[in-house]
């Protein structure tokens, strides 16, 4: 897919003169856009929304009659936060108007694991598909042989990734990106 910049990241290059904004408040213009786009609402939306992906990894189904337990490393966690903060920042209702499709990717088969929509009270502006993978060394894949009976087997996510954007008020491109 084509990958397209955020009409967040213009907002530095608005009016004034760079050296102006920088001597005013002693900030380069990198962080001056970065404190712009903070939105303390955004944050703790996306912790509870981080808190729902990892309830629905913790009983997701891949396929076969055994759930799994995928584990969610925090490396992972930290860089799906700052991209679904990232993606919701061009967003008329940021991160509230998000619609999660959440998918595993297990040998050649993508598993559905959970749809979440990130504020329910809000119509949906924007819908990601944020496909996670396994962790490909070996332990993982004969794991399942030592373990025995229904109960939760845990296995650990690789901290790769993929994100899909798709506008649902708008018909632009899709947007692709690989983490």
């Known amino acids: 897919g084509r990958l397209e910049t ?10 004034g003169s760079e050296g102006d904004a920088e001597y005013a408040e002693g900030v380069s213009l990198p962080d001056m856009d970065l404190e712009l786009l903070h939105d303390p609402e955004d944050e703790l939306l996306c912790a509870s929304l981080l808190d729902e992906v990892r ?12 759930c799994w337990r995928l584990l969610m490393p925090a490396q992972l966690q ?10 919701a920042c061009s967003e008329p209702c940021g991160l509230r108007g998000a619609l999660l499709d959440l998918c595993v990717e297990h040998g050649k088969a993508c598993h559905d694991v959970g749809h979440i929509a ?17 962790d490909s060394r070996l332990w993982p ?39």
């Open 118 to 134: 990130a504020d329910p009270g809000v119509v949906p502006t924007f819908q990601l598909t944020l496909v996670l993978r396994l």
């Open 141 to 179: 894949k004969i794991q399942g042989l030592f373990a025995s009976g229904p109960a939760f087997a845990p296995l650990k996510l690789s901290t790769g990734f993929r994100v899909m954007k798709k506008k649902l008020y708008s018909s632009e491109q899709l947007l692709i990106e690989e983490c």
């Open 6 to 15: 955020s009409d967040c990241e213009s907002l530095g290059s608005a009016s």
């Open 78 to 87: 930290a860089q799906v936060r700052a991209e679904l903060l990232r993606l």
């Open 55 to 66: 309830a629905a990894l913790g009983r997701a189904a891949l396929g076969s009659k055994r």
